[in-house]
């Protein structure tokens, strides 16, 4: 929700909207730290085996890259479907975190898996 309120900023110039972005990037930034850090330190927890932690860590790596990759050339493509410029940016915002929430409800697991 707090990405999305990045992009859902009310519309205007000036010190008050400057104000809105930098609250709501930093309430962001600090929502996604309590989720990243856990999520960094877990091949720590999961296995005491260097080499292990290196293959666990690379292929997270590699999937987060090609993800990183496909968001970064659809995003403009669905920015302009949904009307281009300011529009579009709040088409996406409100429709991001939906999906980012599907995510996290454990769309991730693997069967027979905790």
């Known amino acids: 929700m707090l990405f999305g309120a990045i992009f859902t900023a009310p ?4 010190p008050a909207a400057g104000a809105y972005v930098a609250v709501a990037f930093l309430a962001t930034a600090t929502a996604f ?20 932690r290196t293959r666990l860590m ?10 990183i990759l496909v968001a970064g050339a659809v995003a403009p493509l ?4 949904a009307g281009g410029g300011v ?3 709040r088409w996406m915002g ?8 599907l ?3 454990g769309g991730g697991r693997i ?3 905790l």
Request: proline share 11%.
């Open 33 to 52: 730290a309590f989720f990243q850090v856990p999520y960094v330190a877990m091949p720590a927890e999961l296995t005491g085996d260097y080499a292990e």
């Open 111 to 113: 069967p027979g898996q």
């Open 94 to 101: 409100e429709r991001t975190p939906p999906v980012g929430a």
């Open 58 to 67: 690379t292929w997270r790596i590699a999937v987060l890259a090609l993800a």
């Open 87 to 89: 529009p579009g940016l």
């Open 78 to 81: 669905v920015r302009d479907a």
């Open 103 to 105: 995510r996290l409800d």
């Open 11 to 14: 519309s205007g110039a000036g």
